[in-house]
């Protein structure tokens, strides 16, 4: 069965900084992958979403991500974090009935 | 176009009583999905629904979770009784695809606001 493992629970990042988090998947096949974001109180977001060709994903508010099918990776990136990307990011794959999730990363910002 | 759509957003209901969540999805979209979320966790797959069947409730506790999709369209969860363990965030999503479809399926998955539910 597909697994999502997501290795930070919280990070803190400063304002302008660069951010990464990581994202590591287990599944049989070429993986369809997602980040999805979640504010506090909301529902959960499409960043961006991989299914072939460039490994280099780009997505909405300036993220992108990376597929590395050796590592089994598909971590997030941003050049430069903003407060209002504080939130709750999740690493998802696409398996035989649906997204599975992993259990996210808390972003924290500060100034 | 509009998303997809819950309520309501928020419930607080003492243990062993009954309780509703209501969710209409993306217009046109075939597949429609429940989620389970708790807190610091991931969701976690419920039921889905392809038109008007479920074709996939394993993880849905038949002893007190029920489901129905009437016209392929909106969608009620119901808890009847709640107990304590039950606090989450319950999550609607939908997909224009169905998932079960031998033709390509992108995985994209559409979600509502949630509704955070309280057993008191």
């Known amino acids: 069965a597909q697994s999502v493992t997501q290795p930070d629970i919280h990070i803190t990042v400063s304002e302008g900084a660069s951010l990464e988090l990581r994202c590591n998947y287990s599944?049989?096949?070429?993986?369809?992958l997602f980040w999805y974001v979640q504010s506090p109180g909301q529902g959960l977001q499409l960043l961006l979403k991989?299914?072939?060709?460039?490994?280099l994903v780009q997505g909405i508010k300036g993220f992108e991500a990376e597929f590395k099918r050796s590592q089994s990776s598909f971590n997030l990136r941003k050049p430069s974090v903003h407060w209002s990307d504080a939130a709750e990011y999740f690493c998802?794959?696409?398996?035989?009935?649906?997204?599975?999730f992993g259990k996210g990363t808390m972003l924290l910002v500060s100034p | 176009e509009a998303g997809v759509v819950q309520s309501p957003r928020y419930k607080i209901i003492e243990k062993k009583q009954p309780v509703a969540f209501w969710c209409n999805p993306i217009?046109?979209?075939?597949?429609l999905y429940w989620y389970l979320q708790n807190l610091g966790q991931g969701p976690e797959l419920l039921i889905r629904?392809?038109?008007?069947?479920?074709?996939?409730d394993s993880q849905l506790p038949k002893d007190r979770f029920s489901a129905e999709r009437l016209k392929g369209v909106d969608s009620t969860l119901k808890i009847q009784p709640a107990e304590l363990g039950d606090s989450a965030v319950y999550l609607c999503?939908?997909?224009?695809?169905?998932?079960?479809?031998?033709?390509?399926?992108?995985?994209?998955?559409?979600f509502g606001e949630g509704s955070r539910l309280t057993v008191l």
């Open positions: 998802a794959v696409k398996g035989y009935s649906t997204l599975t």
């Open positions: 629904y392809e038109n008007e069947e479920a074709v996939d």
């Open positions: 599944y049989g096949a070429t993986p369809y």
């Open positions: 991989y299914f072939s060709g460039d490994t």
């Open positions: 217009s046109g979209h075939n597949t």
């Open positions: 999503a939908s997909s224009l695809e169905l998932w079960s479809s031998a033709s390509p399926n992108t995985g994209e998955l559409f």
